[in-house]
């Protein structure tokens, strides 16, 4: 299956250098939403879907006012992954799967520009995220994003084969062999990687498990601003940390898995081969 790689409209988040450990600006960093789309032989599946074409042009109705202040999104029409695959010359209607992580408003507010797609998540994330139960949810959690709730499709972890030590989902309904959601809770409860059979490699899509590529070092470092947002986001601590050390593992153990996250940089760029400013099938990095 072949794979591009889309980010799906980059934040710029407060802290600048403090949060991505790259950027000179001391105001305001540069983070991706990384997601993917996968050709399959008779159908797209999209892994995530970044900030959508209505979050653009309605971004105070769709999203929280505090983290549109916090992470002062890039709304660009051209980065929402409706346009990239447009561009990339299919049509919304070719995605008839979307496999989400979880329910953050950064991964599925482009869920409404696909109104054929099934979507595919665990059901611990959709059951948590309906809740609103605490403030922070309310943010992070945007139902307006939701008109897709009647094509949801829900999974319990655990009742599929191992899939390199993790638990794995496959037999997602209509799904196409080699796609399969691995539960790595944390983050969110219902939180979820993306695993895709690239053959001969595979790729997984850890999502927000962690943020920075240098949390996957033997000697883990992430800039302090991003640590302080992990540890605010973050719904069951000694999860997310014990899935960090197992993709720790399984990134140094596995010869033939590419582990990336949803918001480094560095790991787009190096994957997709282009600026992450760009949309997919720009042809040249900018001057």
Request: aromatic share 8%; hydrophobic share 40%; glycine share 8%.
């Amino acid at each position: 299956m072949r794979i591009h790689h889309l980010n799906c409209i980059s934040t710029c988040p407060l802290g600048g250098h403090l949060m991505d450990g790259r950027t000179h600006d001391l105001v305001r960093g540069h983070l991706t939403c990384h997601c993917l789309l996968v050709e399959a032989p008779d159908c797209l599946v999209l892994v995530d879907t970044g900030l959508g074409l209505r979050d653009v042009a309605h971004p105070r109705a769709r999203l929280s006012a505090f983290f549109l202040g916090l992470l002062r999104p890039e709304f660009r029409a051209e980065m929402t992954a409706v346009r990239q695959i447009q561009r990339l010359g299919f049509q919304p209607a070719d995605v008839r799967h979307i496999l989400l992580s979880h329910l953050d408003f950064d991964h599925a507010g482009g869920l409404d520009d696909f109104p054929q797609a099934t979507v595919h998540m665990l059901a611990r994330e959709r059951d948590h995220a309906v809740l609103q139960k605490s403030w922070l949810d309310r943010q992070r959690f945007r139902p307006q994003q939701w008109a897709s709730r009647g094509r949801w499709r829900t999974y319990e972890p655990g009742r599929g084969e191992a899939w390199m030590g993790f638990d794995g989902v496959p037999d997602l309904q209509g799904v196409p062999p080699g796609v399969l959601l691995v539960p790595l809770p944390g983050h969110t409860h219902g939180h979820a990687g993306i695993a895709v059979d690239a053959a001969p490699r595979w790729r997984l899509l850890a999502a927000d498990a962690y943020f920075h590529e240098r949390e996957m070092d033997a000697s883990p470092q992430c800039p302090p601003g991003l640590r302080f947002y992990q540890w605010m986001m973050e719904l069951d601590r000694g999860a997310r940390l014990h899935n960090q050390q197992r993709l720790r593992e399984l990134r140094h153990s596995a010869a033939d898995v590419d582990v990336f996250c949803s918001h480094d940089l560095a790991e787009f760029e190096r994957l997709s081969g282009r600026s992450a400013r760009l949309p997919a099938h720009a042809l040249a990095w900018p001057a």
